[in-house]
């Protein structure tokens, strides 16, 4: 499995993981419900505290039952088109990643697009 990473929506910073010399960046995943979910420890694979990121854009797009976390982030990855958008077409809501101090709501800040470098350097 491949790191994935995103560019912080609020200071256009890489959110690194673990195994980068300098350490994880501390950050938040922010849906469009107002829940957050901090992580402190990010370890690349697109799971911030418990939550995984293309799971949650299935939920948040109303995909009807999903029968599994992993037939949900299946879902999530096809919505968000990863060959041929950055970040995922417009009529997709997808979660917002911010640092910890942000205290924009998802509703008040742009998507954050991937990072090229996949947060690891």
């Not at 949650?56 to 039952?65: D, F, I, R, S």
């Not at 970040?87 to 990643?97: G, V």
Request: charged share 25%.
């Amino acid at each position: 499995m491949g790191f994935f990473s995103w560019i912080k929506s609020d200071d256009q910073k890489p959110v690194r993981n673990l195994y980068t010399d300098g350490g994880p960046t501390p950050c938040k995943m922010l849906d469009d419900t107002g829940r957050e979910f901090i992580e402190l420890n990010y370890e690349g694979y697109g799971v911030f505290a418990g939550m995984d990121y293309y799971a949650l854009v299935a939920y948040m797009n109303g995909t009807p039952e999903i029968e599994s976390p992993d037939a949900a982030r299946d879902i999530g990855i096809n919505l968000c088109d990863l060959n041929r958008h950055d970040p995922a077409p417009d009529h997709i809501k997808t979660p917002r990643i911010v640092s910890l101090e942000c205290t924009a709501s998802w509703q008040e800040i742009e998507p954050s697009k991937c990072d090229p470098d996949q947060g690891y350097w």
